[in-house]
Each structure stands twice: as structure tokens, then as C-alpha cells.
């Protein structure tokens, strides 16, 4: 009996197979498109139907159900057109239907009416306007008087909903840090954040942030990365057909360059921004709505304007207003050759015409050089009255900022703003505002909508969103790496994207930066009785603070250096010289030094080199015998010089070039994860592969995405380097626990955290317990989850 | 077996298990479109599938397709030959294939030979390219990143065994060969996110190492850290954030990923609990032992597994010159693992519901670059009219009209042999040409999913075959 429903089952399968099941979108969808859309779309019903969508066919006509499923013969619609009667018979006007057509028709029907889900027929009754809208604001309330605030707390309140309360201030520092710079806040930024009364502490902070200019560059290339299909490898380049713009990508960002500027200087390119426009040539033939004059098309139209020119590219789009000869039109502006339309990568015969998609604000001159052609284009892009152009660019940044954008998804500026007020708002402030891309974070975190604590969703979110308060972000790829880098005092030793990250006061130092000279720093302790331990001291007078200072030293068997009472440096291991970065310690006037030297048995010494720079001149503070020197206790003396450096018990254990390990103020910062290669860690975290533009990074952690964060290699390298940077430092390890947890989670452990954690790392000694520590903190949702 | 209301059950159960995954899918945009219900899948006469990809392009006249042959000889014109390797009978008797398969030869009646596969010419041969295309059914470039066929059967049909991930590709480094960055470009779950991305085990004997805790920790340091991490969550003071989706689904996945780490069917991952004496029969280097631990993850309830020769330019199946004693070490690496794996699948009842599919990019020839009339460049590395060296002697130029396609098991006719090139140059297909999206049409039916499947990709349909057009060749089927 069973095999017989099997078989059955199979023979249907195989019969609906040989004869193709109807195809709603290239089927269906041209046969109504030619014959009955002109009246039953939109906003018009005549004979009150409507084939916008499934559900208003399904609801019929004033005379009935028109599309009977199942049942062709049954249904009006097929029985009118079959109609011979003059008054009846559809369409009234034009060409009556094939029979092929109507065989498609009643297959459509006999089938069940399939019908793609998101697919409407008519255009929809919300058009986007194009034109910038100047939009008045309504009143305060409760005295939340900043605009983004005021349109918001009038949609609340209408909606009867309260907004979520003010986030508490550690809540809003870290991820205003992760926003602004990709980075978290360090133990001591937070708590002199926590400490400050002053009211306006956190606009304050917001311009803090957004002057680290190198930092906001290293965080805001990955979305331009992103955006503009940028990178250091991928496809393409193995050919020669495709170009970076990292250089001059990151100087616009670094120098904040005015977003209209910016954009001229991609559609209107010198050779150093011409990467974007120039696209991917790929070796062979491609199709022709992959050519690189149709991407020019589509690239443009999606990143600059949120309209997907992908389907207008290959024939007249189903989903929206575009036109095949719109998609050419504007691919014929970057063209160098005449273009043929093609539809359905078929040849046409019709030629395009170099054109701009909104001839309301003017347009290309035809025949014009393709360079004039560009600088047109560019100009009408930006031009003030392309009110497209602001909007798609601040609901990338709203997006960015408050975790989903206000037309959504952020490349389709064609569906409805949940609020266009606001759109709006924001697109007239941000182009008033000189097209200033910072002014424009600065204004939205700012408002107490962003300071708000952000929304717990128990589901994904739909078509019916409305706002709630700001949505809890995933951190990129690259912030994670960034901020493991950081909390682990490690960096990738070189980047590929070849920037500059020099600090531009100090480039003329730059010249004359550290060199490395043999070591004449001697072991020193105190005179007398070696004892266990040593006190070690000595002041410097600075007349000027120097641009660098690095300490290398080292001690048998253990110290901690604190230099004007912060620590600043400590080891538990002779053979693991310490390498620390003096700069910020450091003071005009008088500054002292002190070591606590600890000896577990056998010989004891103590030695370190302090290389100061400043104005192209280095100078060393050494241990020698002019450093003051006791056992605990006892009387301060000169310190007794055990041996030089290369003599000894101890050998040549200081590499005098160890110290270019260490930033050194003048130097440049770490390298940032968005400036290495992908790798297969980023690649599995959503860095995408880039041969097509991004907008969205992946919200959730999959479980392949877990496989690699628990046992692959990378991540395990990652957490090992960091593991041992601070085995180096020889913290008492309730300390380490402590500095750890504030800086990965912006505020201080539990008791009940702290117990798991101390169990974890028991006295703080062994590497692979600190591994496990980092490890599990740094999977912790509160920890990739930006609140 | 499973009656189709059965398998229907399964594959709900499956999407349920699956659902913080496709919530996944909210940031790369796809989303079914229409539920299963509406697509009208073909019954599946397979549950897992295994991909041989014989990388670099296999010259069928050299392997699957023997054609009239010339030992090697100097001063023989290059022109009259068509293969390099005589023909050898195989359990078949209509069908023929080239010496140095004997063990191919003798499974021969186990699945269906296809002759007729052809490939578009794309003006310039890329191997990526063309490999990307075979993979994902699109030629690139594309306006989205296309999932590979393997992410397809992910999706649609979830995970066989929810433990095992559905997508595992054996054998391909992508790092430290050339054109890894075109390689990876396909090697991905494309639009459909991560979660259907590949596990990539390029090195089979160290497979085992992606399902064991990182290098040199002790397993007993492992589960400990993750117990841990659970306990640390148990003391977050935020409380509200645990019914948070997003946190739920990020807590899950860690879940899933310790259960397989720390699961029993890890074990399919690592070769050295297999018997020393059905090692030695798969092992004759990389891609042997590959297809070793494609019939054990298969076994264990993997859905899709690539094991393959590996692409590296210029090297394996890729002969611009020494094409015949290329081949013929190739050869011995694979006639036998290759073998092995359709007697041991069928000797474990498993051939009947595992779709074993082999194939290359394209074929190639002595001659013709592309195919006939191409203004492809010539990229042979031995250029001859005569012969005057061995390492002219082999079939150097890329071929896309008319390569041999392989399958086994899965519902496939037993003894079948369909289409057919002609017998003198140039060697087209011709009869029933089957192109990409046909074959993976095919691929699709026997696995149970529709050529039509589709999913919303920034409001567009993307299907699993070419607009939805792919044709089943169900002749192949049994």
C-alpha cells in the first residue's frame, strides 16, 4: 500500500516536472503586466479590482471573486476574457489575449495562483519623494528638546508608548567608544567619565572621541570598506582588473572630508579614487549586466542614491519604477564605447543614451567627453536639491548608530521611512551642515533617542517595526578583533592597507625617531646584605615632557616600577624582559621613579633603560649608581652596581631593539583589524569577501561562526599572545581580574562573576589560565553585544 | 525508509531546529520565497550527497571518454590524437574507459555515465571562474555572492544529522595556493549567510583537529572553560538581555558548536579509529583518504561533502604540459579511494540513498582551446605540431564541449550511460547536451529539491538553478 502512495506521489512529481510548473515572474507577471495592470493596479480598481498583490486578487471585484484557485474554467477572470460580448470582454482596450497567454493564465490558476512573496504589481501608494523636505518640529516634550528628540517623543507619544529611559553612563560610554573610535573605553577613561558632574560630560565625551581622528578613520574604513567594495586582496586583483582606494579612502576619513566632496571625488575620480567607478574587469566575457560600465550602474545607484539598479540592468524591473534603458542610460555616462542595451543579456539593437536617472535636477550632456560626462554626474549627485542623496547617506548612519535604519533594509530608500520626518529632518540638518559626516554622528548621539538604553527583542524584526528606543548592535568582525587586540595589549605587526597614520604634529619627529643603542645600564640592588628584597629609587627633572619614552628592563626575579605613583611596568621572570610605554607617565618637572625588586633565591639584580626623545634627540635614564637603593626598611644610600649589563650571571638579556615594540607616544598606533587581510577567523565572523558592495554586516552568531571561536586556531593564537602580555605584567591576579572586566564590560565585576573568574585563574601565574580567562570573557554576549 | 509525509515531518523539525539560524539570515536579506508548502519539492531519492571534484579540468578523452589513441611516438602529429591512454572494458558492456581505472571500470554498473555535459566557452578560460560557475550554477561576476550547491542543501533541507555540519569541503586549501581569493569567492553559504558556509578540512588527516579543543589543550581544560563561560552567564547581573533573540541565538549556537566538539559523531572526523586495512585501501595520499572521510561523515549524517584532487594552477588536472603522465599519477590517486568508496557505501546499504556525483570544470583536448571557433587565448605550455618530447604528449588546452560526468547511487540508473561526443575532433557533445544548470537540476531532483527554489535576495528571486530554468535529466534516474 505504501509503495503505491510512493509511487503515486513520484509519478505526480515527475508529470508536473515534464510540463513545468507555471512560473509566476516571467511568466505570469508579463502576460497581467500587458493586459491588466494599466487599470487594476496602483491606486486603480476599476471594476473595484485590485492585482497589487495576492491577497487584493483574492478579495475580487465588485462582481465577485475574480480568480477562482484551482478552478480556471470557474473563474471570471478567465471566463471575461474568453468573452465575446462587447461590453464584457477584457481588456477592453488593446490587443485581446494569445492563446498562449490565456493558457498561462489558467495554468497560473489551476496551480493556485502561486505568487513570489514581496512581489507587488501595482507601484506602491508610497512614492519616494526626491526633493529635500523642510519639516517643522513638533514641541518638546519633558523638556527632551534636541530635534532628533522631538519628532521622536511625537511619534511615542501618538503611539502611547514611553520612551526607554536614559542608559546608565558606563552603558552609553562603551558604546559610544565602539560607535565613534571601534574601540571600548579604557578602566581609566570610564572612570574619570563616571567621576565628572559636569552636565554636558557627555557631549563632551562625543567630541573627545570624534578628535581621535586616526582611531575614527581605523573604525569607519570598515564600512566604507564595505560600502565600496574595497580591500587589500580579492578577486580581481590577480588579473589586474580591480584597483584599491585604501589610501585615499582612509585620508577622506581621517581628514573627514565633506561627503558631497567625497562623492565627486568617487564618481569624478583621480587615480586614486578611481578603484570604485572602475569596478572589477573580470578575464573573459561577462554578461552583459555584469560588464563594468552596467556595474558603474549599479554600484552608484545602491550606494549613493539606496536604489537596486540590479534588476533594471537585465530588463524593466518587476519590483520598482526602473527601466532597463534608465539602467543603460546611466551606465552610458561612464562609458567609453557606445552601448547597446541588452535585455536578458540578448542584444536589442537600441542604443543608450549617456543620461542621469532624475532629469528634475538637470542632466548629462551626451556628448560631452566621458570625463565631462562624470563631472556632470558628480555634479548633479550632490546637487542640493537631491534630497536621495542625503537621505540614503544619514539612514546609513542612523543604522549604523541606532541599529536599524529608518527606511529599511538601508540600500532600498524605495520602501517607506517607519518615520520620514525624521528622514528628513536629518537629510536637510546634514547637507545645512556642509555634508559633515562627523557633525552628523556627533548630532545624532547627542539626542537622548541615542543615550537611551536600547530595546530587548524577543524576535527578529518585520515589515510592522516601529521605534522603540536604539537596537542592540553585534560588533563587526573587525571590532572584535580590535577590542581583544586592546583589553590584550597585542596588534597585528603589519598592515596591508597602506595609510597614513602618522600624528601630524609629530611627523618631524617621526624623522629622527628612536634608534637603538648598545645597553650601558648596570644591575644594580642595594649595598649590604642581598636580602629577598629591594627598594629602588630615582627622581629626574624633565624641563619638557618628551614626545617618547620606553622603558626595557628586567629583574632577578621579579618587580613592579611605578613611575609619579602609577604603575607602569612589572615582571615575575628574568628571562622576559619588560618593554613598556613611558609617555603618558611622564611630566615636566620633578618625576620619580620606583621600583620594588623582589629575589626567590640565587643571585639578584635589578636593571632597566628609560629612552627618552624630543626634538630629534634621545637621552637614557639607566640603572646605575645613581639611583638610591634599601632593604625594605632601611636607610636610603647610593645603589650598589653589581655588573654591566653583558657581564654577569644574567648574559645580554636586553635587546636594545626590543623597545620598538612598544608605541612610544611618538610612534604610530597599533595596527587595526580592519587595515590587515581577511582571514578565515574575520571571513567566518561576516568580513565579507567584497567583490560585491555590503551593507549589512550579519546580526547573529552562527554555529560555524561558534565552531571557530571556540577551538580554531586564530582565535586560540589571539587569546595565547594576550594571555601572555599579562603573565608578563605579574599582576596579583584579583587586580588582573578586575582591570580585565571593567575594560572588556565598562563597569566592575559581581561578587558571584568574581568567584568564577578568580577559580578560573587561580593565583594569576599561568598563561593558559589567563588564555581560558580571556577567552571566556571575551565570548560573553554582554561583551560582543553593543548595548 | 522514510514515506514523504515522514520525510515532510522531518524537514519541519529540522527548520525548527534550525530557526535561530535562519533568523540569521535578517542581515544578509534572504528570505524564502514561498514556504515549503508552496514549492513543490521532487521526493528525495538521496540524503547525502558527495561531490568528486577532479579540479584543474579532466580531459574526458583521457579518462571517462576514450577516443582513437597514439602511444607516444616522436614526429607523430599531434593532430590525429585524440586520447593518450587506450581504452579498457568496464563491468559495462556499452561502455569503455581509459587504462589506469580498472577499479573505476569494475563499479561501473553501480551508477550512470554521462558524456554530454557541455560548459559556456566565457571567451577566456579561468579555471575560478569556471569552477565557480559549476559550483553555485552562475557565472560570475554577480551582482550577490551565490551560494554553492552544498549551501543549498543546507538550507533547504537543513542538516541530516543536526551534530554534523551539512556543508563539509575536503580537501582545498584556500590559503597558499593561486587563485585563492577566486576560490573562496564561491566556497560559501553566498547570501544564505555563515551558518551554510563550508567546513573546509583541506588536510584529511587533520580533520579531527577542527572538532578537537584548539592545539594543545587538554580536553578536560576545554569542557571546563566552556562550563565556565555558562556559569559566568548565570551570574550576569542583566537579566532582562536572556530573552533577548539575539543573545539567545548567539547562547545556542555556542551550545551546538560544544555539543559537536564534545559529541560522539565527532569521531567520523578522525581517520585513525578506521581500520588499518580499509586505511591502506583509500590511502593512496590526500585525496584518497579524503574520500575515506567523506564516506565516514557520510555514514555519521553529513548532507553534502566535496572532497577533491585540489585546484592549484598549473599542477593536477590542470595540464598545460606533461598531460599524460600527469594524468596517469592522477590516476592511480583516485582510481582506487574512489572505488572503495561506491563498494563501501553500497556494502553499508548507504549507495542507495547517497548521491556519489563526479566531475570537473570542463575537458579538455590537444587542439581546440574553448571549443570550436572560441577566441579564448591558447594556454598550452607545449605547443607542437609533431611530437618531439614527452611533455607534449597530453591533452593541454581547456575544453567546454563535451566532458563526462559521473554518478552513483542516489536513485541512479544502474549500468547507465547517456549522451555522447563525437568520435572525431572536435569532440562536442552531441547528443543531449546537458549544461550546469541541468546537471545541477538533476543534482537537486535526486536530493529533493526543486530547480525552482527560490529565495529573496533585495526583493529579486534568486534560484537554486539558473532563474529557476534548470531542467532534471531524468533519464539519468532509475
Not at chain 1, 598606533?669 to 569577501?689: C, I, T, W, Y
Not at chain 1, 586556531?713 to 599579562?726: R, S
Not at chain 2, 581505472?101 to 557541455?118: C, F, N, P, W
Not at chain 2, 549544461?435 to 534568486?462: N, W
Request: proline fraction near 5%.
Amino acid at each position: 500500500m505504501r509503495g503505491f502512495f510512493v509511487r503515486g506521489v513520484f509519478l505526480l512529481g515527475l508529470s508536473s516536472l515534464a510540463k513545468g510548473e507555471v512560473d509566476f515572474v516571467h511568466e505570469v507577471m508579463p502576460v497581467l503586466r500587458k493586459h491588466c495592470t494599466e487599470c487594476h493596479t496602483g491606486t486603480k480598481k476599476k471594476g473595484g479590482l485590485s492585482i497589487n498583490t495576492r491577497a487584493e486578487l483574492l478579495a475580487g471585484s465588485e462582481f465577485g471573486e475574480v480568480a477562482i484557485s484551482g478552478k480556471a474554467k470557474e473563474s471570471l477572470m478567465i471566463k471575461l476574457i474568453h468573452s465575446k460580448d462587447d461590453d464584457e470582454w477584457m481588456p477592453p482596450k488593446g490587443p485581446r489575449l494569445e492563446a498562449r497567454e490565456i493558457e498561462v493564465l489558467e495554468r497560473w490558476i489551476n496551480e493556485g495562483l502561486p505568487w513570489e512573496e514581496g512581489i507587488t504589481l501595482g507601484e506602491s501608494s508610497w512614492e519616494p519623494p526626491l526633493k529635500p523636505r523642510k519639516v517643522k518640529l513638533p514641541p518638546a516634550h519633558q523638556g527632551r528638546d534636541h530635534p532628533i528628540d522631538r519628532i521622536l517623543d511625537a511619534g511615542m507619544a501618538q503611539q502611547k508608548v514611553t520612551n526607554p529611559g536614559l542608559a546608565p553612563d558606563a552603558v552609553f560610554l562603551r558604546r559610544a567608544t565602539l560607535d565613534i573610535v571601534g574601540l571600548l573605553p579604557t578602566p581609566a577613561e570610564l572612570e574619570s567619565f563616571l567621576k565628572d558632574s559636569d552636565v554636558d560630560k557627555k557631549a563632551k565625551a562625543i567630541n573627545r572621541l570624534l578628535a581621535r581622528d586616526i582611531a575614527y578613520a581605523d573604525h569607519w574604513l570598515t564600512m566604507w570598506n564595505d560600502l565600496l567594495r574595497n580591500d587589500y586582496t580579492g578577486t580581481g586583483f590577480i588579473t589586474g582588473g580591480r584597483k584599491q582606494i585604501t589610501g585615499w579612502l582612509y585620508q577622506s576619513l581621517r581628514e573627514n572630508k565633506a561627503y558631497d566632496q567625497f562623492v565627486r571625488e568617487l564618481i569624478s575620480p583621480t587615480a586614486a579614487s578611481e578603484g570604485f567607478i572602475n569596478g572589477i574587469k573580470w578575464r573573459g566575457d561577462v554578461n552583459s549586466s555584469q560588464t563594468r560600465e552596467i556595474q558603474f550602474s549599479q554600484n552608484i545607484s545602491q550606494v549613493f542614491l539606496g536604489i537596486n539598479m540590479k534588476c533594471a540592468s537585465c530588463h524593466d524591473s518587476f519590483i520598482d519604477r526602473w527601466k532597463l534603458e534608465e539602467a543603460y542610460n546611466l551606465a552610458a555616462i561612464f562609458s567609453d564605447k557606445k552601448l547597446e542595451l541588452h535585455r536578458c543579456d540578448k542584444p536589442t539593437g537600441k542604443m543608450a543614451t549617456a543620461r542621469w536617472i532624475f532629469p528634475e535636477l538637470g542632466n548629462v550632456d551626451p556628448k560631452a567627453s566621458k570625463n565631462e560626462r562624470l563631472k556632470q554626474l558628480a555634479a548633479l549627485m550632490t546637487h542640493e536639491e537631491n534630497g536621495r542623496f542625503t537621505r540614503t547617506l544619514v539612514n546609513r548612519y542612523w543604522e549604523r548608530l541606532m541599529g536599524r535604519g529608518i527606511a529599511h533594509p538601508v540600500d532600498a530608500l524605495d520602501s517607506k521611512p517607519w518615520n520620514e520626518d525624521l528622514l528628513d529632518y536629518l537629510a536637510v540638518r546634514f547637507a545645512e551642515d556642509g555634508y559633515d559626516l562627523k557633525k552628523l554622528v556627533r548630532f545624532i548621539m547627542n539626542s537622548k533617542a541615542y543615550q537611551s538604553r536600547s530595546v530587548i527583542l524577543e524576535k527578529e524584526l518585520g515589515e510592522d517595526y516601529q521605534y522603540r528606543g536604539p537596537i542592540a548592535k553585534r560588533m563587526t568582525a573587525e571590532q572584535l578583533l580590535d577590542t581583544i587586540w586592546q583589553v590584550s595589549g597585542v596588534s597585528p605587526d603589519e598592515a596591508a592597507g597602506k595609510v597614513d597614520r602618522t600624528i601630524p604634529d609629530k611627523k618631524e619627529l617621526m624623522k629622527t625617531s628612536i634608534k637603538p643603542q648598545p645597553i650601558s645600564a648596570k644591575w644594580i640592588w642595594h649595598q649590604g646584605k642581598t636580602g629577598k628584597k629591594s627598594q629602588l629609587r630615582k627622581t629626574i627633572k624633565l624641563t619638557e615632557v618628551p614626545v617618547s619614552a620606553r622603558l626595557i628592563a628586567t629583574c632577578d626575579n621579579a618587580f613592579v616600577m611605578k613611575v609619579n605613583g602609577t604603575k607602569v611596568a612589572s615582571s615575575r621572570d628574568w628571562q622576559k624582559p619588560v618593554v613598556a610605554d613611558l609617555t603618558k607617565a611622564l611630566r615636566k618637572g620633578d618625576n620619580l621613579i620606583e621600583v620594588d625588586a623582589e629575589m626567590f633565591g640565587g643571585s639578584a639584580g635589578f636593571i632597566s633603560e628609560i629612552i627618552m626623545t624630543r626634538g630629534g634627540k634621545q637621552v637614557a635614564v639607566v640603572s646605575d649608581g645613581s639611583w638610591q637603593a634599601r632593604p625594605p626598611g632601611g636607610q636610603w644610600k647610593s645603589a650598589a652596581e653589581l655588573h654591566d649589563h653583558s657581564t654577569g650571571p644574567w648574559g645580554k638579556i636586553l635587546d636594545p631593539k626590543q623597545i620598538l615594540a612598544v608605541s612610544g607616544g611618538g610612534n604610530i598606533p597599533p595596527v587595526r583589524a580592519a587595515l590587515v587581510k581577511n582571514d578565515f577567523l574575520m571571513r567566518s565572523l561576516g568580513r565579507p569577501h567584497r567583490d560585491q558592495v555590503v551593507t549589512s554586516r550579519p546580526r547573529d552568531l552562527t554555529t560555524l561562526q561558534a565552531i571557530d571561536l571556540a577551538n580554531g586556531d586564530l582565535m586560540a593564537n589571539h587569546m595565547q599572545k594576550g594571555a601572555q602580555t599579562f603573565a608578563r605584567k605579574g599582576e596579583e591576579s584579583g587586580e588582573m581580574v578586575d582591570w580585565i572586566f571593567r575594560h572588556a564590560f565598562s563597569r566592575a565585576p559581581l561578587e558571584g562573576e568574581r568567584t568564577v573568574l578568580s577559580s578560573v585563574i587561580g593565583d594569576g601565574r599561568d598563561a593558559q589560565s589567563i588564555e581560558d580567562l580571556l577567552w571566556l570573557v571575551f565570548m560573553q554576549p554582554e561583551y560582543q553585544i553593543v548595548r | 525508509m522514510m514515506t514523504p509525509e515522514e520525510q515532510r515531518t522531518r524537514r519541519d523539525f529540522v527548520k525548527k531546529l534550525s530557526a535561530a539560524s535562519l533568523a540569521a539570515l535578517g542581515g544578509s536579506g534572504a528570505r524564502a520565497l514561498a514556504d515549503a508548502a508552496e514549492v513543490k519539492h521532487p521526493e528525495a531519492k538521496a540524503d547525502s550527497c558527495i561531490l568528486i571534484w577532479l579540479a584543474g579540468g579532466m580531459a574526458a578523452p583521457d579518462t571517462f571518454d576514450p577516443k582513437r589513441y597514439f602511444p607516444y611516438e616522436k614526429g607523430l602529429e599531434v593532430d590525429k590524437i585524440l586520447s593518450t591512454f587506450p581504452a579498457i572494458d568496464t563491468a559495462v558492456d556499452n561502455i569503455k574507459i581509459t587504462k589506469g581505472m580498472e577499479k573505476i571500470a569494475q563499479v561501473m554498473d553501480r551508477g550512470t555515465l554521462i558524456r554530454s555535459a557541455v560548459q559556456p566557452d566565457l571567451g577566456h578560460i579561468l579555471h575560478s571562474r569556471h569552477q565557480y560557475h559549476w559550483h553555485t550554477g552562475y557565472v560570475p561576476p554577480l551582482t550577490v555572492a551565490a551560494p554553492h550547491i552544498g549551501a543549498w542543501m543546507g538550507k533547504v533541507l537543513g542538516p541530516k544529522n543536526p551534530v554534523i555540519p551539512p556543508f563539509i569541503n575536503i580537501g582545498q586549501r584556500l590559503e597558499g595556493v593561486g587563485e585563492k581569493e577566486e576560490l573562496k569567492a564561491f566556497t560559501t553559504g553566498g547570501f544564505f549567510g555563515s551558518e551554510f558556509g563550508p567546513m573546509n578540512l583541506p588536510y584529511p588527516k587533520d580533520a579531527v583537529r577542527s572538532v578537537q579543543p584548539p592545539k594543545g589543550m587538554e580536553p578536560g581544560r576545554f569542557a571546563n572553560r566552556y562550563k565556565h563561560f555558562k556559569k559566568l552567564i548565570d551570574q550576569n547581573p542583566n537579566r532582562e538581555y536572556m530573552s533577548d533573540f539575539q543573545q539567545e541565538s548567539m547562547l545556542r549556537s555556542m551550545e551546538s558548536a560544544h555539543r559537536l566538539l564534545q559529541s560522539e559523531e565527532k569521531g567520523a572526523f578522525d581517520l585513525t579509529l578506521e581500520p588499518k586495512e580499509s586505511v591502506e585501501k583509500y590511502d593512496t595520499g590526500r585525496f584518497g583518504q579524503g574520500c575515506l572521510l567523506a564516506r565516514r561523515l557520510v555514514e555519521e549524517g553529513a548532507r553534502f561533502v566535496e572532497v577533491t584532487t585540489e585546484y592549484i594552477p598549473f599542477v593536477h588536472f590542470d595540464t598545460h604540459e606533461n598531460g599524460h603522465s600527469t594524468v596517469d599519477r592522477l590516476k592511480k590517486e583516485i582510481d582506487a579511494p574512489i572505488a572503495q568508496l561506491i563498494r563501501d557505501l553500497e556494502e553499508r546499504g548507504l549507495l542507495d540513498r547517497t548521491l556519489v556525483v563526479i566531475a570537473s570544470e570542463f575537458s579538455r583536448d590537444m587542439m581546440i582551446e574553448g571549443r570550436p571557433g572560441s577566441n579564448a587565448k591558447d594556454q598550452s605550455r607545449a605547443r607542437t605540431d609533431k611530437l618531439t618530447e614527452m611533455k607534449q604528449y597530453g591533452l593541454h588546452r581547456h575544453f567546454t564541449g563535451g566532458t563526462s560526468v559521473a554518478m552513483f547511487g542516489g536513485g541512479v540508473k544502474k549500468g547507465g550511460l547517456y549522451g555522447k561526443t563525437a568520435d572525431e575532433r572536435p569532440l562536442l557533445a552531441v547528443e543531449n547536451p546537458v549544461p550546469v544548470e541541468d546537471l545541477h537540476a538533476t543534482i537537486f531532483t535526486a536530493m529533493g529539491i526543486s530547480p525552482k527554489t527560490a529565495f529573496d535576495v533585495e526583493k529579486r528571486p534568486f534560484f537554486a538553478t539558473k532563474d529557476g530554468h534548470g531542467k532534471a535529466v531524468m533519464d539519468v534516474f532509475a
